[in-house]
């Protein structure tokens, strides 16, 4: 098939590959040289309030480490052997230049080995802005609603400094409108893959929503909204397949090669922590009130349950993940959380847990973003899909 007549869907794709696995960033480079003055922030996975950044009229800019194409090794001499390796490839984009093209960096609270990279990150990078920021681990709106609006506050301060004016309401407010748009694409993406997951396999949907890392949400939007589109006309056979949830990559993120051997071993990925995000907030925030507030309250009340949120409810533990089993259709979860990732695997035990009482199979692997394991994953992600497949029928 030539270029010409290639489904627009495959070009979408094949798009989105090439800014996956461009480490050099040049669609930030390109948006910046756009216009001249422009500022672009980065930020680690799990959540940061890209509203905020986007008010600023800065692009914020997702950095999930080097993946399995980086060799990292000035990164290695920061850091300890034992500990997961998105911080190592991290420190090896900044060290090597890859990441110039960023006026500062923001680190989410997910873990201590990303609170430590903050502080590395202030020695390394003294000339850039740089903020680890904190989230209440208590949902009541007069503490830790209190708590979070004031942590809203020093960004959005931060930012307004760092771009020579205030940032207003009504900016936020608008920006607040940008994202709640790219959420709802991204949920309605979500939905058709649950629905026809043989239509967008999710090896589709990861490099769709990492294109959202360095694209301004407006052009992402556009783009998810197209793939839909497009990718329903595409002549996809249906196979079948177990429907499963992946559960633990909420921060390194796999190999692109690893969800493509799940898929490849039988499995549709229906739903998954990936990303997050994009999907932290789990609906629309109001665009008409005090943004910082209702930011808060999305957090406190309406977001996202992850290893690296603190749960008030011990009893709730597991509930989330319940409802994307029931939800997404699923028969089965597998648990995929890179080695040395302290949140996901102690929290694992406790999920495998709640999935076991339900009579939900499960099974379960770690990962690197650099790994070359693929063959004993594929095998086992088979053979866990045969036995779904076995249980069903019995």
């Known amino acids: 098939m030539t270029a010409a007549t290639q489904p627009r869907a495959i070009e979408i794709v094949e798009h989105c590959q090439s800014l996956f696995e461009d480490l050099d960033f040049n669609a930030v480079k390109q948006w910046k040289a756009a216009v001249p003055g422009r500022k672009a922030i980065g930020y680690m996975p799990v959540y940061v309030p890209r509203e905020i950044v986007h008010a600023a009229g800065m692009l914020p800019v997702g950095i999930l480490g080097g993946g399995d194409s980086l060799e990292v090794i000035q990164g290695d001499a920061y850091y300890q052997s034992y500990i997961c390796r998105i911080p190592r490839s991290t420190i090896e984009l900044g060290l090597t230049g890859r990441l110039d093209c960023l006026d500062g960096m923001l680190f989410p609270s997910i873990c201590d080995v990303i609170r430590n990279l903050s502080g590395m990150w202030q020695i390394l990078f003294k000339d850039k802005y740089v903020r680890y920021f904190d989230v209440p681990q208590n949902y009541q709106d007069a503490i830790g609603g209190t708590y ?20 207003t309401d009504a900016e936020l407010n608008a920006s607040i409108r940008v994202y709640n748009e790219n959420r709802a694409a991204i949920r309605d993406l979500y939905a058709y893959r649950a629905e026809k997951p043989w239509q967008a396999p999710t090896s589709e949907v990861y490099l769709l929503l990492r294109a959202g890392m360095v694209l301004p949400p ?48 039988g499995c549709y990925i229906v739903d998954d922590d990936f990303m997050l995000v994009t999907r932290w907030l789990l609906d629309d925030v109001p665009e008409d009130g005090n943004p910082l507030e209702e930011l808060s309250k999305a957090f406190l009340h309406r977001s ?5 949120k603190y749960d008030e409810k011990r009893e709730d533990k597991g509930q989330f993940l319940l409802k994307q089993v029931k939800t997404g259709g699923a028969e089965g979860v597998i648990f995929a959380a890179p080695s040395f990732c302290d949140p996901a695997l102690l929290e694992r035990p406790m999920l495998q847990d709640v999935l076991s009482k339900h009579g939900v199979p499960h099974t379960a692997f770690k990962f690197a973003e650099n790994t070359g394991q693929m063959a004993p994953i594929r095998e086992q992600a088979g053979t866990f899909a045969d036995s779904i497949k076995l249980w069903n029928a019995a």
């Open 148 to 167: 979070y609006v004031h942590e809203l506050e020093v960004l959005r301060d931060g930012l307004a400094a760092l771009r020579g004016k205030p940032i």
């Open 218 to 265: 407006e052009d992402h939007t556009k783009l998810v909204r197209e793939y839909v589109a497009e990718v329903d006309k595409l002549p996809r056979p249906k196979r079948d397949n177990a429907r499963v949830v992946i559960n633990g990559s909420f921060c390194e993120q796999p190999p692109l090669g690893l969800i493509k051997s799940i898929e490849m071993a």
């Open 304 to 308: 996202a349950s992850t290893a690296a």
